[in-house]
């Protein structure tokens, strides 16, 4: 039987190495857009939490299903940013300056944007498809939902620890993740804790897309390096 020392090396051990390692030689310099990022939502708390900044952070970062489809998706990256007024705002600062700086490490800036964005943006849309489904339906959600302001960087966290444990082969902790949030969804089936499965569900969809294109290619470069022709698409 394994010790938990070693458990935890082959779990962690490759993430450890790489995030270790970049602080080691980069210090703050390994995540600068985690760093902006964590003041953003900082200085976006305090705006909107000022008499005259509260309906500005409203009309360029707040998310509602009932508003324009066009509208929601222009603010849908800013969202990100807006801590929810009715929870702690230390909780969102930590949650992007660990997730999003190892994200940010492990993935570089553009990979961390960019799943960052599709679990947001799959948040968005679920809420939308799920307030159409009604209350009736398991995956649906009851018309005052529309109503629900939401923002705040949760989707995208539960969707960039998805994928740094599938870069980095931590499967017990993206089994701990997914059912965390299934249980989350089922004790409180409102709006955060279905968008937070929309998230997963958009990321792994991603893992599977990448997957099946990296076996595609593998097929093909065993193809051409024994002189068959490769398969074309």
Request: proline share 6%; net charge positive; glycine share 8%.
């Amino acid at each position: 039987m394994r010790s938990p020392a070693t458990l935890a090396r082959a779990e962690w051990g490759r993430l450890w190495s790489t995030v270790h390692r970049a602080l080691v030689t980069e210090r703050w310099r390994a995540a600068p857009l985690t760093l902006g990022a964590v003041c953003l939502a900082a200085l976006f708390q305090h705006v909107q939490n000022q008499s005259w900044g509260y309906r500005f952070v409203q009309d360029v970062g707040s998310v509602r299903a009932e508003d324009p489809l066009w509208l929601s998706l222009l603010r849908t990256p800013l969202s990100l940013f807006v801590p929810a007024l009715d929870l702690p705002v230390w909780g969102a600062l930590a949650q992007i300056l660990i997730v999003f700086g190892i994200a940010e490490i492990c993935l570089g800036r553009r990979g961390t944007l960019a799943v960052g964005y599709v679990a947001t943006l799959a948040g968005t849309l679920y809420a939308r498809l799920g307030i159409a489904l009604g209350p009736d339906s398991p995956l649906g959600l009851p018309a005052s939902d529309a109503r629900i302001v939401d923002n705040g960087p949760s989707a995208a966290v539960v969707g960039l620890a998805l994928y740094v444990c599938w870069r980095h082969r931590a499967w017990w902790t993206a089994g701990v993740v997914v059912a965390l949030m299934v249980i989350e969804a089922a004790v409180k089936p409102n709006l955060a804790g279905k968008e937070h499965l929309a998230a997963m569900t958009a990321v792994a969809l991603v893992v599977v897309a990448r997957w099946a294109f990296a076996t595609v290619r593998q097929r093909d470069t065993e193809r051409s390096g024994s002189g068959v022709p490769p398969i074309r698409s």
